[in-house]
């Protein structure tokens, strides 16, 4: 079961951290995707974190605001948030693919956490 967590209404310029919890099986092997879907929109790839610690940005929008991490003590990969704008306003999820390296296309992708609401709103 993944669990992520973090989500909420931020100001515009604000940050968050979300977070991806693994209960029942170990993410040390696996790459780990954060996506994200707007209302109306198709689910998008955010960044993601190989098993080695390697981060890949599918979302040019958030490069340079947006980072990846994990630590694999906690069983937990992290999604970092700095200078949130409106457009970031989507339900992020977290993700496993069972290799260890990423892939943009959330079908590659095996497990799916609930989802969390990010909000970006003055």
């Known amino acids: 079961q993944l669990q992520a967590s973090g989500g909420g209404l931020v100001q515009p310029g604000g940050s968050l951290r979300l977070s991806c919890v693994a209960s029942?099986?170990?993410?040390?092997?696996?790459?780990i995707g954060w996506f994200r879907q707007a209302p109306g929109k198709e689910r998008e790839g955010v960044l993601c974190i190989s098993s080695s610690a390697g981060s890949t940005y599918y979302a040019d929008s958030v490069k340079g605001r947006f980072t990846i991490s994990r630590d694999n003590a906690k069983n937990a990969v992290y999604l970092q948030m700095n200078s949130l704008k409106p457009e970031d306003t989507a339900v992020y999820y977290c993700?496993?693919?069972?290799?260890?390296?990423?892939?943009?296309?959330?079908?590659?992708?095996?497990?799916w956490g609930q989802g969390t609401q990010v909000t970006v709103s003055s």
């Open positions: 029942g099986f170990t993410l040390d092997d696996y790459a």
């Open positions: 993700a496993v693919r069972e290799f260890s390296t990423c892939s943009s296309w959330y079908r590659y992708y095996d497990y």
